[in-house]
Nanobody, 116 residues
Framework: QVQLVESGGGAVQPGGSLRLSCAASGFTFSLYAMSWYRQAPGKERELVAIITRAGLLINYEDSVKGRFTISRDDAKNTVYLQMNSLKPDDTAVYYC?????????WGQGTQVTVSS
C-alpha cells in the first residue's frame, strides 16, 4: 500500500521557520523524483520545489528561492522541506508528490499558517 505522510506543519509568525517531512512507504523511494506543492485558499495548487533521484537536480519556485531547501534521505524514505524566513503568502496546505514515468503518488497535505 503506497503512502506519503506529511508532517511538520503548523502556525508560525512571519520570519519564522518550519521543517516539513514526507515519509514514503509502499514503493521504491529512491527510484522516484520528489516534489513539494502548495495550495492556498482560492488558488490553484502550485509547485514549490523538486528534487530528482539521488538529488541530481533541484529546482525551486521563484518566490521561495533562497528561503526554502528541499532534501531527501533515501535511507529513511523521506523528503524534507526546510522553510525559513516565512511570509504570510506562504500560508497554504503543503503536499508532497512522488513521481516517475509510470506512477504519481500524492500525500494528504499538511497545513502551514504564517501569521502574526
Amino acid at each position: 500500500q503506497v503512502q506519503l505522510v506529511e508532517s511538520g506543519g503548523g502556525a508560525v509568525q512571519p520570519g519564522g521557520s518550519l521543517r516539513l517531512s514526507c515519509a514514503a512507504s509502499g514503493f521504491t523511494f529512491s527510484l522516484y523524483a520528489m516534489s513539494w506543492y502548495r495550495q492556498a485558499p482560492g488558488k490553484e495548487r502550485e509547485l514549490v520545489a523538486i528534487i530528482t533521484r539521488a538529488g541530481l537536480l533541484i529546482n525551486y519556485e521563484d518566490s521561495v528561492k533562497g528561503r526554502f531547501t528541499i532534501s531527501r534521505d533515501d535511507a529513511k524514505n523521506t523528503v524534507y522541506l526546510q522553510m525559513n524566513s516565512l511570509k504570510p503568502d506562504d500560508t497554504a496546505v503543503y503536499y508532497c508528490k512522488a513521481y516517475n514515468s509510470i506512477n504519481t503518488y500524492w500525500g494528504q497535505g499538511t497545513q502551514v499558517t504564517v501569521s502574526s
